[in-house]
């Protein structure tokens, strides 16, 4: 009888110990999409603004901001995806287009070595897709360079670069193009 009794009070305080851990859970993973939302939010309400060059300037300041917040968010917790913020992440829009759209305002940072290389390490932890990571990437080499270098729906490939292109696209875990998929010429 004293057994029977000893494993209820183990199996209550052991299910009284999981519903604080989850509790506990829940609202890291609500703080965190507190703090990805308030992100967004930033980043979206001035492209909402009717536009003057005062807003470009502003805008620009903004986009800066937000690149070292969603960076320290990102060294801190890693890249936000469903694993990290359970479900939050599918619920909101502003907590799954934090990351992506802070990340495309500000491809130029994201092709400098420390950036690219935080990123890289964020898909081969599997926290963020390759191709999105390409995405980012390749915007700046499509709207700074002329070309793209990931083919992504930016813009496709040109066979000139296919050496090239499949080396950047293997260094980030995308797969190598058949001939197929590039375009005839860079020009």
Do not use: W
Not at 8 to 31: A, G, H, M, Y
Not at 134 to 142: C, E, P, R, S, T
């Amino acid at each position: 009888m004293r057994l029977i009794a000893i494993l209820i009070i183990i199996c209550f305080t052991s299910c009284s110990i999981l519903k604080e851990d989850q509790n506990k859970r829940l609202k890291e993973n609500n703080d965190l999409a507190f703090q990805l939302s308030q992100i967004y939010g930033a980043d979206q309400v001035i492209r909402q603004v009717p536009g003057n060059s005062d807003r470009i300037i502003v805008m620009q300041k903004i986009d800066s901001l937000n690149f070292v917040r969603i960076i320290d968010f990102i060294k801190e917790h890693g890249y936000p995806n469903e694993k990290l913020l359970g479900e939050s992440y599918n619920k909101n829009e502003s907590v799954c287009l934090a990351a992506p759209s802070i990340l495309l305002h500000n491809s130029s940072k994201v092709v400098q070595k420390p950036t690219f290389n935080l990123l890289k390490s964020e898909v081969e932890k599997g926290n963020m897709k390759p191709e999105a990571l390409a995405l980012i990437l390749d915007k700046y080499y499509v709207y700074y360079k002329g070309y793209s270098l990931y083919h992504t729906q930016f813009k496709k490939a040109c066979i000139e670069n296919k050496e090239l292109v499949n080396k950047a696209r293997l260094e980030i875990g995308l797969s190598a193009l058949p001939d197929s998929l590039f375009t005839g010429s860079c020009n």
